[in-house]
């Protein structure tokens, strides 16, 4: 799938609960300039909604796509701004 998008980084937070998920990605897309895509890697099922909710609540970001497997929920985040 990555290769549908341009990573700039991946953000690895597996084993991390709610809302570090959140928070970690926030700090990280804080660190990328506009446009670029931020991959993240989460084991918390509940992941799938907060990030969409953090990004969709949020200037400047936008959730690209979500992804579920073997355990995985993978996240891509653009900073917009």
Known sequence: MSSEYDIAETLDV???SCPMPVVKTKGAI???A????????ATDPGSMSDIDGWASGTGGVELVDQSE???????YV???E
């Open 14 to 16: 597996k084993g991390a």
């Open 30 to 32: 804080d660190d990328l």
């Open 34 to 41: 506009e446009g670029e895509v931020l991959e993240v890697l």
């Open 69 to 75: 497997g073997d355990d995985v929920y993978k996240h």
């Open 78 to 80: 653009r900073k917009t």
